[in-house]
């Protein structure tokens, strides 16, 4: 299997259903759904102490619109890279939105994920 030969808008298709997972499990600060289609190497780095000092620190984190609004692909070795323009209910402007998928075990997983 190769995540590059997808399309973009079957990309969107499988992208789409996760990033509203993680804006939905961001904003209620729910560590353990946040995480469950994370890889295994994700899910490693993202230690559940951290994560949760982080739900608790960062205003980003929480009230993320569940409006967003797909920019493109970009497909980079074993990895596609989703982005987004996301939006915050609180606070003005407009945030880039990076959800890296690849295949992990036959299935795809989410290897990286950020706002900024």
Do not use: C
Not at 29 to 42: I, P, Q
Request: hydrophobic residues 40%; neutral net charge; without cysteine.
């Amino acid at each position: 299997m190769n995540i590059l030969d997808k399309t973009d808008k079957e990309l969107l298709d499988i992208a789409r259903p996760m990033w509203d997972d993680l804006v939905k499990f961001s904003n209620n600060a729910n560590y353990g759904a946040f995480t469950r289609n994370f890889s295994e190497e994700m899910l490693r780095g993202a230690n559940e102490i951290e994560m949760g000092k982080q739900f608790a620190r960062s205003e980003l984190t929480k009230n993320l619109n569940e409006e967003v609004e797909f920019l493109g692909t970009i497909r980079r070795g074993d990895h596609v890279t989703v982005l987004f323009k996301q939006k915050h209910k609180k606070k003005q402007g407009e945030w880039l939105g990076r959800l890296v998928l690849g295949y992990e075990d036959g299935e795809i997983k989410i290897f990286g994920a950020t706002i900024f």
